[in-house]
């Protein structure tokens, strides 16, 4: 299937975590121009030999998502290189520290927050305009499972997910009849770095990556995390304009866990 991405102008933030390399290596194979972020340049130095890509295709920026003038310095600049934005994804998210509620802390909830919250707030704000503008533009939020879900111990989390998935519901009915598509991708456990920090809270430091993920893929049918390249295989559909009907909506990942009714 032709998703027609070719030339499309792709923002893409957390582009250098387990799930970002995939992302930017997916929309490069599909011909798009990138704008990637990271919040630091020997993260892209590493990054970069790996990805296939031309150099005039390939806009890179080191940013801090938390930080509002520099998501917007990113997307002007981003418009001003290739002269419009046609696409949004936003990776970028921290897990925070596991804590029992009468443990949390205000200076936890804010780290997750302002990551996984303001940050595909900002993002959104500052490029929705340039897709107002013309009338066409997909964005891509990738939340969680917890987007719709609980843990014990991982409310700044799970509640920082809900509240992403809100904020891009209200910006998808915003945007509706103006030809943009909003939606979010909610994987269940990722096999990423930032899954074995999880583990590693919820288990201790000696668990081996094989008995952690015995243990958390239990309750899901197919008995095994996602992996990165599927979430960026779906995120390549809601990106396109193959999938622009489905607005408003998260697709969650979950190896059929859903299905189970828990």
Known sequence: MDLHLKDKVVMITGSTGGVGEEMVKAFAAEGAKLAISSTKQEKLDKMLPNINIAKENLLTFVADVTKEEEVKNMVEKTVAHYGTIDVLVNIAGYEGLSLLLDEQTMDNMMKVY????????????????????????????????????????????????????????????????????????????????MMTKLEKQALGENVSKEEAMKIFAASYPNKRYCKPSEVANLALYLASDVSAHITGSLVTMDGGQAALGR
Do not use: R, W
């Open 114 to 193: 302002n990551v996984n919250v303001f940050g595909p707030l900002f993002s959104m704000k500052y490029a929705l305009p340039y897709m107002k503008e013309k009338k066409s533009g997909a964005i891509v939020n990738v939340t969680s499972q917890g987007s719709v879900t609980a843990s014990a111990t991982m409310s700044a989390y799970v509640s920082s997910k809900h509240a992403a998935l809100g904020i891009s519901k209200c910006a998808a009915l915003e945007v509706a009849e103006l030809g943009i598509h909003i939606n979010c991708i909610g994987p269940g456990p990722i096999d990423t770095p």
